[in-house]
Structures are given as structure tokens and as C-alpha cells.
Nanobody, 123 residues
Framework: QVQLVESGGGLVQAGGSLRLSCAASGSIFSINAMGWYRQAPGKQRELVAAITSGGSTNYADSVKGRFTTSRDNAKNAVYLQMNSLKPEDTAVYYC?????????????????WGQGTLVTVSS
């Protein structure tokens, strides 16, 4: 009922920048928190950044000052601007949304995930 589609991943040299985008679509009534997680090879998935519907943000210590998340509520979209990228930022980045969906006339909460987009930072 809800699809999250990410874009913007790729290969970049250390010190470079990338901007990830994620758009949600489907039977959406409202979206509360949206965020970005990442999973590097052999490691657990970790929270990178999150943003509430009101615009409050939260970041992992490892990305503070380098990454910025924002959202466009009208487009059900969330973004992640990544600057000063480091090789240790290499991972698959996943979009996540806390969504209220309309299902058979009723509303229910859904924890939705995108398919992931690969970010590779070369040294």
C-alpha cells in the first residue's frame, strides 16, 4: 500500500557530496517521522538521520555537521544532503517512514522501507 522510492546514490570521492531523495506514494493518510538508515557490509543497520513532520531533526554523531536531512510534506518526500563524505560512509542507505495508511476504510500505522540505494565513497 505504500512504496518508498530512493534515488541519488552512487560513487563519489572522499570529500565529495551526494544528495539522496526518497518519495512515498500509495494510500497515505499522513506521515509522521521520516528518516535514513544505512547498512555497511558486515555491520548492523544504523540510524543516520531522522526528521519529524514538524521539522525536528536528529543525527547520528558520526554524521553531525556533514549531513542534513529535510522534507517536503506536500510531496511526501525526504532528502539527505551528504557533504564531506568519508570512505566509512560507504553503505546501502535506506529510507524509512512512519506512515498512516487507509486500508479498507480504516487507518493503520505502517513502518515503511525503501529498497535501498548504494553509496560508495572512494579514498
Amino acid at each position: 500500500q505504500v512504496q518508498l522510492v530512493e534515488s541519488g546514490g552512487g560513487l563519489v570521492q572522499a570529500g565529495g557530496s551526494l544528495r539522496l531523495s526518497c518519495a512515498a506514494s500509495g494510500s497515505i493518510f499522513s506521515i509522521n517521522a521520516m528518516g535514513w538508515y544505512r547498512q555497511a557490509p558486515g555491520k548492523q543497520r544504523e540510524l543516520v538521520a531522522a526528521i519529524t513532520s514538524g521539522g525536528s531533526t536528529n543525527y547520528a554523531d558520526s554524521v553531525k555537521g556533514r549531513f542534513t536531512t529535510s522534507r517536503d510534506n506536500a510531496k511526501n518526500a525526504v532528502y539527505l544532503q551528504m557533504n564531506s563524505l568519508k570512505p566509512e560512509d560507504t553503505a546501502v542507505y535506506y529510507c524509512n517512514s512512519d506512515v498512516l495508511v487507509v486500508d479498507s476504510g480504516a487507518m493503520r500505522a505502517l513502518d515503511a522501507w525503501g529498497q535501498g540505494t548504494l553509496v560508495t565513497v572512494s579514498s
